[in-house]
Structures are given as C-alpha cells and as structure tokens.
C-alpha cells in the first residue's frame, strides 16, 4: 500500500520520533510504514488520519 505520510509529515515540519510520539508508537514504526515495508492496523490507520486532519483515502491508497 502507498501513502503520503511522509510528505504530510515534511509539510509540518514533523521529525518521524514527533509523529510516532502523536500516534503512540515507535518512530521505527512510522519509518517502516513511510518505506511501505509496514502496513498499519485499522486502528494505527485511523489515528493517522486523525492527526493529519484527513479521511483514510487521502493518506493511504492501494499500489
């Protein structure tokens, strides 16, 4: 799955450990899924479109 976690975090000028501390999880866990070697849970999934202020499908899009 592709996404743009990565550009919506550059464009707040977010470091990966200040979006992993927002969404609760490891910042190796926000780099594994920026790299796309990690697909987050529904829940994880959910919780970035929540900080990001956006719907799911604006984040995440199928390959």
Avoid: C, H
């Avoid at 990565?6 to 999880?25: G, I, N, T, Y």
């Avoid at 926000?30 to 719907?55: C, H, M, Q, W």
């Amino acid at each position: 799955m592709k996404n743009r976690l990565k550009v919506l975090r550059a464009e707040r000028d977010w470091s990966q450990q200040a979006l992993a501390d927002r969404l609760e999880v490891s910042r190796q866990s926000v780099n594994a899924i920026e790299t796309g070697k990690y697909d987050p849970s529904l829940p994880l999934a959910f919780r970035i479109a929540d900080v990001f202020g956006l719907p799911i499908e604006e984040i995440f899009m199928r390959d």
